[in-house]
């Protein structure tokens, strides 16, 4: 490789893992799995350790992931924090070369563990000493914090942001239960900064995805993005409805203590009641080190035994550091990682599991597609044992040549839901076949014996290829999901339907859509056999009487609950919500100039990038169509402009951050996809009539918008920051919205009020500066209830996680 061809790879190499750190530590949403990214990273170190000129300061591998928030008040950290380093994986031969997986992979941890040894020589000859103690611990796979506490009292809490300055989220830390507020020690240190990690526990993560995805809404795709993306939340009374806790090794910048060693922080820290790691070792030396990590760490190589089963949270390695911390001032550190402290991986915990595919069943959803599921000889994956894992579809079956008899990689890695990563190809057994789902199903719905057939759908990463059930309306398991999503909870919350009773219903024809609950009529569902012909077992009259009354207090329920009730594709709980907040009813949703603004500036988006004179990839061939081009160009470019005014005034938009090439660019409440999706239904057969039947049935449901330009707060701008007690944000916008006014997100001259709750953010700063009025919780609250939208009483509650109110306990 030239030094130019390297230049170029390294620039890329940058753009990418920039671009990867931003979905990573500022949206919470990773593209590319953890391994993708470290692959990509190493690439980026191997190239600056050829070509030193390349490294410049602002490389990613000389500073830390991440950057502050937007809507937090920053904070300088006295004591950088900062990441760690990694013991590099030893090279290893591929799968052909050495079958033995099992032993192959204790060969490479072995090498690596050589690398330990290595790392311990040279710190001896730094330092001049024959032997150094060392504390091995987990490496924690969450969020990193840090918390202060000033005579004991918890007083801030911040993220590691750039690794020097970090953002205040006091607030979003004081919700979760094991950080004490109060340290439980007599005479505390004047100050004392923790560190740790946020986390939340497997099996808490596993129930918040079943909920978000209940709810229509993107599960997040392990434990450590949904950490990140709860953290930086910025309402804490959201925070303190996710199961988050923490947990704490190392301290910051201290007065009045002082700590000789690491183990002596691990004690102190647990002795003031702070949350520590059930276990660490402390050893004598490497060797005792390495003896600890046989035993205690890999048992052996017993993946069943080792570590990972024995903690509430994930890890993903283990941190050996260096015992005694006066010698620390003496390790030179890295650019981005102290030298007192390494981690190592074990090869296993990284690499994916190996199974067999014993057979693929196909399940039908709620809009009739159909997914493969893989059934799997149970298998140990990452802390946990699984026997399924999902297939994706047909394509992604086909594109991996999966078939049933294989031997196949497994990964949780990065991913809620284990998947078939690939297939080992010298294990396959003779007589396999390719995979056909078609052919598997013999052409028909497994559920309904309906025709299939190959369609595009929008997931959350964009358009796919499905076959679905065509039988829309016949399908008995498209209907059971239905119903089963109509009476939910967070849909109409009609107690009793669900699982057993929807199948029923739907079987015996009493139902066969969702508003056919409407027609019930009570004798019919107490007489409803949920059992067999042979051991009837029946509904009875007092559950039918009460799902009677359910749905008739359903009636006056508000339009984000039906809209969502609905199950538009694409249409989770959010975006229900945020489009009832802008619409008077249903009919003002199904011919939404809002919606339709949306969808249309999308396709404005794609057509200025076709015709754009100045593309690089696709350029003007001759003066003509330059000019030609450029003129369609600044068509459209106005209509953008427009249509995104528009939506912007009605504050359904914000003007993006950064547009591509000057074009305007607007973030709107709810994306496009969505929005063609509602259109789609309305227009549809189906929406038409759900519209014709509600109308038929009196059910009116009401949206948070009154006509515009209408109410007492007509005309004003208000802009929310910091949190209110009474009301989320979301709460407070509807009520603004409700009399008339309108919400921005950044102040302004144009602003008229900032609401400001507590802990605001640098809005109120602005505001001052401005000169814009601030009301405090009292005088926004007077205000709404001079506008008429707030009864004169006492503050709304919410039920909160356990019934009690919303605000977070430790407030
Ligand atoms: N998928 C993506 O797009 C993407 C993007 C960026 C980063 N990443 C992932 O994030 C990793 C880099 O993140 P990072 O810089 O935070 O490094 P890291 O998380 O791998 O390690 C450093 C951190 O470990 C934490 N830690 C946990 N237990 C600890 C203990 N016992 N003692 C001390 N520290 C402990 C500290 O918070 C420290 O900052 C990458 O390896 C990659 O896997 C992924
Ligand atoms: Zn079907």
Redesign the pocket.
Same mark, same amino acid.
């Given at each position: 490789m030239t030094l130019a061809e390297a230049r170029a790879r390294h620039a890329q190499l940058v753009r990418e !893992?920039r671009a990867?750190?931003h *979905? #990573?530590?500022v949206e919470a949403r990773?593209?590319?799995? =953890?391994? /993708? #990214? =470290?692959r990509l990273?190493q690439e980026l170190l191997d190239l600056e350790r050829q070509f030193p000129e390349l490294v410049t300061p602002d490389s990613p591998s000389q500073r &830390? %992931?991440?950057e502050p928030l937007e809507g937090f008040r920053r904070v300088r950290h006295r004591v950088p924090?900062? +990441?760690?380093e $990694?013991i590099r994986p030893a090279d290893h031969p591929t799968r052909a070369e050495e079958p033995d997986d099992a032993r192959r992979k204790q060969r490479q941890d072995q090498n690596t563990l050589n690398e330990l040894r290595t790392w311990d020589l040279n710190l001896r000859k730094q330092l001049r000493v024959d032997r150094l103690e060392y504390v091995l /611990?987990? $490496?924690? =796979?969450? &969020? +990193?914090i840090s918390v202060h506490f000033e005579n004991g009292r918890f007083v801030l809490g911040v993220t590691?942001g750039d690794g020097s300055t970090g953002d205040d989220i006091t607030a979003n830390l004081r919700t979760i239960r094991s950080i004490p507020l109060v340290l439980s020690v007599k005479d505390p240190p004047p100050y004392l900064e923790v560190?740790? /990690?946020a986390y939340m526990a497997q099996k808490d993560f596993e129930a918040l995805n079943r909920q978000l995805e209940s709810a229509g809404e993107e599960p997040f795709p392990n434990a450590r993005n949904a950490t990140a993306g709860t953290l930086k939340l910025l309402d804490p009374r959201q925070v303190a409805r996710r199961p988050l806790r923490a947990v704490f #090794? %190392?301290v910051g910048h201290c007065e009045g203590v002082e700590f000789r060693t690491h183990a002596e922080v691990l004690e102190t820290l647990r002795r003031f009641g702070l949350p520590t790691?059930p276990c660490w070792w402390l050893c004598r030396d490497m060797e005792h080190l390495l003896e600890v990590y046989h035993r205690e760490v890999v048992a052996n190589y017993d993946e069943t035994r080792d570590l990972r089963t024995r903690l509430p949270y994930e !890890? =993903?390695?283990i &941190?050996i $550091?260096v015992n005694d911390m006066t010698l620390w001032p003496r390790i030179p550190a890295r650019a981005? *990682?102290p030298g007192y *402290?390494i &981690?190592h991986k074990p090869i296993h915990w990284i690499e994916p599991a190996e199974t067999v595919l014993k057979g693929i069943t196909v399940q039908v959803g709620r809009t009739g597609v159909l997914t493969p599921v893989a059934e799997l000889e149970p298998v140990f994956v990452q802390g946990s044992t699984i026997s399924r894992a999902t297939l994706h579809n047909e394509d992604e079956i086909r594109r991996k040549d999966i078939r049933i008899g294989d031997t196949v990689v497994i990964r949780k890695a990065?991913m809620v839901i284990p998947e078939v990563v690939e297939v080992v190809k010298s294990k396959r057994p003779p007589g396999t076949r390719p995979f056909d789902l078609y052919e598997f199903v013999g052409g028909r719905c497994p559920a309904c014996g309906g025709p299939i057939a190959k369609e595009p759908i929008a997931t959350g990463e964009g358009q796919e290829v499905a076959w679905r059930c065509q039988n829309v309306a016949g399908c008995p398991a498209q209907k059971i999901r239905r119903l089963e999503f109509f009476t939910q909870r967070k849909a109409l919350d009609i107690e009793g339907i669900g699982g057993i009773v929807a199948e029923k219903l739907i079987e015996s024809g009493l139902v066969d859509e969702p508003l056919d609950l409407y027609e019930l009529k009570l004798e019919d569902l107490a007489r409803l056999n949920l059992g067999t012909a042979e051991a009837p077992r029946v509904f009875g009259e007092k559950n039918a009487r009460k799902v009677l009354e359910a749905l008739e207090r359903a009636r006056s329920l508000p339009l984000a609950r039906w809209l969502f009730a609905l199950a538009i594709p694409n249409v989770g709980e959010v975006t229900a919500h945020d489009i009832a907040s802008f619409h008077e009813d249903l009919e003002s949703v199904a011919r939404s100039r809002l919606l339709q603004g949306v969808v249309r500036l999308e396709e404005i988006a794609r057509q200025a990038e076709t015709v754009n004179p100045n593309s690089r990839k696709n350029p003007p061939q001759t003066g003509t169509e330059f000019r030609r081009r450029a003129e369609q160009y600044e068509a459209l470019r106005r209509e953008a402009e427009r249509i995104g005014k528009e939506l912007v005034e009605a504050g359904f938009a914000r003007p993006a951050a950064r547009s591509e090439g000057g074009f305007p660019a607007f973030v709107t409440r709810v994306g496009p996809v969505a929005a063609r999706s509602v259109l789609d239904y309305f227009a549809s057969p189906t929406g038409r009539r759900v519209l014709e039947r509600l109308r038929a049935l009196k059910i009116h449901p009401r949206g948070a918008r009154t006509a515009s330009g209408q109410g007492p707060l007509a005309g004003k701008t208000f802009v929310l920051t910091g949190t209110l007690a009474a009301w989320t944000r979301e709460e407070a916008s509807e009520l603004i919205r409700k009399a008339g006014g309108h919400v921005a997100s950044s102040v302004s001259k144009n602003t008229d009020y900032v609401v400001a709750g507590e802990s605001p953010g640098s809005k109120l700063d602005k505001a001052r500066a401005l000169g814009v009025p601030v009301l405090d919780e009292a005088a926004f609250r007077k205000l709404l209830i001079e506008a008429g939208v707030l009864e004169n009483a006492h503050p709304t509650s919410r039920p909160g996680p356990g019934g009690g109110t919303a605000q977070p306990e430790l407030f």
């Open positions: !893992i990867h750190d *979905a #990573y530590y990773p593209i590319i799995s =953890d391994r /993708e #990214y =470290d990273f &830390v %992931g991440g924090m900062l +990441s760690l $990694k /611990e987990p $490496k924690v =796979d969450g &969020v +990193s590691r560190r740790g /990690e #090794y %190392g790691q !890890i =993903d390695g &941190v $550091k981005r *990682a *402290a &981690v990065g």
